[in-house]
């Protein structure tokens, strides 16, 4: 529980009042009389299924949309946002689950990006940067600020949003998911820098499906459920079992359990894999990991240490040395057709980037590594009914909420977009399934139905390469968890056999060379 709510704080002034918000999307009601009231000074967050409509409220109090219905008032003044540079004047920064960075910027750059400081019409980085420098000691932020961001892991460019927010004058920031991607010590040090902007004033809003960190950090929560606000609580209210039968009428799931044994059979071996990283560094370096029929290996690090390009290359679309065979096939010099169709499927890193056309229908979307397949086919066009027949039977099985398979990509919540990237590679039944994140951003109700369809299939005899930042993910499912830090496997583990804690100290590199 956050540390620094006294007993006057029910008397703490609002800094944010939502009331009667709505907002109408074709076919959709995303939000319907919504009540939200933010004390100032306080971490607030905001729960609920996947489609409940948090980030269309957010992107609401950010005035990247305009409500249909409903009042914005902020610090006691009501508020007509029409863009987020209104937003931003009125003190409230957003930082988003997909990071707003430019790559070839440095960290400097990217701060000021759209706030350049001048003095009579020049550039004045001098004083941007000693006002950056003083953001960063107030919030113990550590950036070098002459680097491209593209150096930069994911905790610290988190770091890199947070002050950008703070340099435009934020004092009411949103955090969407601001923990899906970091490993426990990066958690920690981010609430702590939540706790520091508190202290000082600030007040912070975060949406989160992690309900121990929930409880742990906020002062208020507010659940949501099917487009309103349904119930406000507090960490010594409510426990995480209760939480998540507010959110989804049902207890949290567990990831643990198998009910079948590993088989003997060799579905993915690699074989001293290694890819070319920057200034002649390898990214990957001299990687060997077999998977057999009915296993799941996890693959444990903090991004940035190689799990990208490793699976890029099992797919063939990273250069690479080494040998790749898929159910005996030896596929190192194939295609990424032939790779899948050899039997690999992938659940991608970032569904944004790689695994989705955000303006194309759903069905084109599932489509997406099955266009060559006889059965999408008619003459040298795309049998359309038969893949809008199959995207619907993907849409019902795995929970897709959504109008119709004609929807586009785009209106649809991050985790309803993640629930179809996960339905498209599963549903081929692949032998071998890389799985990059596959619950990042999607509910526990959602997050159960994937476990389970992992499961279903890794009992079935598909192999799978999981790679996650979700421990108690990698804990619960894993036969085996490697650990890559530095482009190469640093240690081998039994989950049974290790703590959270323990995982995170091998994923930094404080802890190395343990065997199974």
Do not use: C, W
């Given at each position: 529980?956050?540390?620094?709510?006294?007993?006057?704080?029910?008397?703490?002034?609002?800094?944010?009042?939502?009331?009667?918000?709505?907002?109408?999307?074709?076919?959709?009601?995303?939000?319907?009389?919504?009540?939200?009231?933010?004390?100032?000074?306080?971490?607030?967050?905001?729960?609920?299924?996947?489609?409940?409509?948090?980030?269309?409220?957010?992107?609401?109090?950010?005035?990247?949309?305009?409500?249909?219905?409903?009042?914005?008032?902020?610090?006691?003044?009501?508020?007509?946002?029409?863009?987020?540079?209104?937003?931003?004047?009125?003190?409230?920064g957003m930082v988003h689950q997909h990071f707003m960075?430019?790559?070839?910027?440095?960290?400097?750059?990217?701060?000021?990006?759209?706030?350049?400081?001048?003095?009579?019409?020049?550039?004045?980085?001098?004083?941007?940067?000693?006002?950056?420098?003083?953001?960063?000691?107030?919030?113990?932020?550590?950036?070098?600020?002459?680097?491209?961001?593209?150096?930069?892991?994911?905790?610290?460019?988190?770091?890199?949003?947070?002050?950008?927010?703070?340099?435009?004058?934020?004092?009411?920031?949103?955090?969407?998911?601001?923990?899906?991607?970091?490993?426990?010590?990066?958690?920690?040090?981010?609430?702590?820098?939540?706790?520091?902007?508190?202290?000082?004033?600030?007040?912070?809003?975060?949406?989160?499906?992690?309900?121990?960190?929930?409880?742990?950090?906020?002062?208020?929560?507010?659940?949501?459920?099917?487009?309103?606000?349904?119930?406000?609580?507090?960490?010594?209210?409510?426990?995480?079992?209760?939480?998540?039968?507010?959110?989804?009428?049902?207890?949290?799931?567990?990831?643990?359990?198998?009910?079948?044994?590993?088989?003997?059979?060799?579905?993915?071996d690699i074989a001293k894999l290694t890819v070319e990283g920057k200034e002649g560094r390898p990214a990957v370096e001299d990687v060997s990991l077999r998977i057999h029929s009915g296993e799941i290996l996890g693959i444990a690090g903090v991004e940035g240490n190689g799990q990208f390009e490793l699976c890029t290359a099992l797919l063939g679309i990273t250069e690479s040395t080494g040998n790749v065979t898929v159910d005996g096939r030896d596929v190192t010099d194939e295609s990424t057709r032939a790779r899948y169709e050899a039997g690999l499927a992938y659940i991608p890193f970032d569904r944004h980037r790689e695994g989705l056309m955000l303006t194309a229908p759903l069905w084109e979307n599932a489509l997406l590594g099955r266009e060559d397949d006889v059965d999408f086919q008619r003459g040298p066009f795309v049998n359309a009914a038969t893949a809008r027949q199959s995207t619907t039977e993907i849409i019902q099985r795995f929970g897709v909420l959504t109008p119709s398979e004609t929807t586009p990509a785009f209106a649809l919540s991050g985790g309803n977009q993640q629930k179809l990237v996960v339905g498209r590679a599963l549903v081929t039944s692949p032998s071998v399934l890389i799985a990059a994140h596959p619950t990042r951003g999607i509910d526990v109700g959602a997050q159960a139905a994937v476990w389970d369809e992992i499961r279903s299939a890794r009992d079935n005899g598909m192999a799978v390469l999981l790679v996650s930042a979700d421990l108690e993910e990698l804990l619960g499912l894993s036969d085996t968890i490697a650990v890559m830090f530095d482009g190469r496997i640093t240690a081998t583990l039994n989950p049974d056999d290790i703590t959270a804690a323990e995982l995170g100290s091998y994923m930094t590199g404080a802890v190395q060379e343990a065997t199974k």
């Open positions: 529980m956050s540390t620094h709510t006294s007993s006057q704080d029910g008397q703490r002034p609002l800094a944010v009042q939502l009331s009667g918000i709505g907002k109408r999307f074709p076919g959709v009601i995303a939000n319907h009389d919504v009540a939200l009231t933010v004390r100032e000074g306080t971490i607030h967050a905001i729960v609920g299924e996947n489609g409940a409509g948090k980030s269309t409220l957010m992107k609401t109090l950010y005035g990247m949309q305009q409500p249909d219905t409903g009042t914005i008032t902020v610090n006691g003044e009501m508020q007509h946002f029409r863009s987020p540079s209104d937003a931003i004047a009125a003190g409230i960075l430019a790559d070839n910027l440095t960290v400097l750059e990217n701060i000021i990006l759209g706030s350049e400081p001048n003095r009579r019409g020049v550039l004045d980085l001098k004083s941007a940067r000693e006002q950056i420098t003083s953001i960063m000691a107030s919030v113990g932020a550590d950036l070098d600020l002459d680097i491209p961001v593209s150096e930069l892991g994911v905790g610290e460019r988190q770091r890199v949003e947070i002050v950008k927010v703070l340099f435009r004058g934020a004092r009411i920031l949103i955090l969407d998911e601001p923990t899906a991607v970091l490993v426990p010590e990066e958690v920690d040090e981010l609430f702590a820098t939540l706790h520091r902007l508190v202290e000082d004033g600030a007040t912070v809003i975060f949406i989160s499906h992690k309900l121990d960190e929930v409880l742990k950090v906020s002062d208020d929560i507010t659940v949501m459920r099917q487009g309103t606000t349904v119930a406000e609580t507090r960490p010594d209210a409510i426990d995480r079992s209760g939480l998540a039968e507010l959110m989804v009428g049902s207890e949290l799931p567990s990831p643990a359990g198998r009910s079948t044994p590993v088989g003997t059979a060799i579905r993915l």
